[in-house]
């Protein structure tokens, strides 16, 4: 059994809407933030001060866009880039 906290009114949001609310959640997870961590290792990076964080969240978005445009997976095409760098740079000229 699971137990949480909302703020939700028990009459407009029912079992069902609190499960969609959790699952909509941990869906943005998945697809954003375990992406991102598993391609760049995200949370093993230090950078913790001023906006610098944020800059880099928006390369790391801007880098998982490129890729998936192209339409190879994140963490082969970061790897396959990092060894041919030529090809990111042509990837991001074209774009």
């Known amino acids: 059994m699971i137990y949480a906290i909302t703020s939700c009114d028990p009459r407009t949001h029912g079992a069902a809407a609190l499960l969609k609310l959790s699952r909509d959640h941990w869906a943005i997870e998945n697809s954003l933030f375990h992406v991102r961590d598993v391609t760049f290792h995200e949370d093993l990076c230090r950078v913790r001060?001023?906006?610098?964080?944020?800059?880099?969240?928006?390369?790391?978005?801007?880098?998982?866009?490129?890729?998936?445009?192209?339409?190879?997976?994140?963490?082969?095409?970061?790897?396959?880039?990092?060894?041919?760098?030529?090809?990111?740079?042509?990837?991001?000229?074209?774009?």
């Not at 964080?53 to 990092?82: D, M, S, V």
Request: hydrophobic share 45%.
């Open 49 to 95: 001060s001023g906006s610098a964080p944020q800059a880099l969240a928006e390369i790391r978005n801007a880098a998982l866009t490129l890729i998936r445009r192209t339409g190879h997976k994140p963490r082969p095409a970061r790897e396959a880039f990092a060894e041919q760098k030529w090809k990111a740079i042509r990837l991001v000229r074209a774009a």
